[in-house]
């Protein structure tokens, strides 16, 4: 069983935030696969399918692996059928890259996740959502998309979620994945 969850913040003023930008990408792939979020347990919305599921968090960013790490107890995810979808300050907006594993590289929710689950040997997709020469990081991740960025961000959602239904239906392995994408 696969796993994918995107990182964001529930409510409302956070919705169209740079740190949400994972629940975007969630969005798009349940509309791809004409599902929606069906299941509200462990603090998270989650929709389960045969062989995979698809979830949101409804703590916020830096809380996010507690709802990760009882979904993964309780369907007995192996750790490495889990594509955690994530925004990323050192890239620049519209920059998606999958990693296999490693540190939460100053990103919280997945250094929570790393807390939670004991391991950073799960998968991420990490997407771009940096613009400028950050000062303030809590602000700026917290701070809507200019318009001039929207064009941008749809391409780079367009792209994570065709990454993520890759991940989920197709038989490559994720260094085939890495090697297709990541370019």
Known sequence: MKLIVG??????????????IGFKIIDKLLDVLNLELNKSQ????????????????????NL?????????NFYKIQIDDILVIHDELAFNLGVVRLKQNGSANGQKGVANIISQLGTQNFKRLRVGIKNEDL?????????????????????????????????LKSNKSFSKLMNEYNQ
């Open 7 to 20: 990182l964001g913040n529930p409510g409302f003023e956070y919705e169209h935030t740079r740190h949400n």
């Open 42 to 61: 462990f603090n998270g919305l989650y929709v389960k399918h045969d062989d995979f599921i698809i979830a949101k968090p409804l703590t916020y960013m």
């Open 64 to 72: 996010s692996g507690n709802f990760i790490r009882q979904l993964v």
């Open 135 to 167: 000062k303030n990081i809590a602000s700026f991740v917290l701070s809507k998309f200019a318009p001039n960025e929207l064009i941008l961000l749809e391409s780079a959602i367009a792209s994570a979620s065709v990454i993520a239904y890759d991940f």
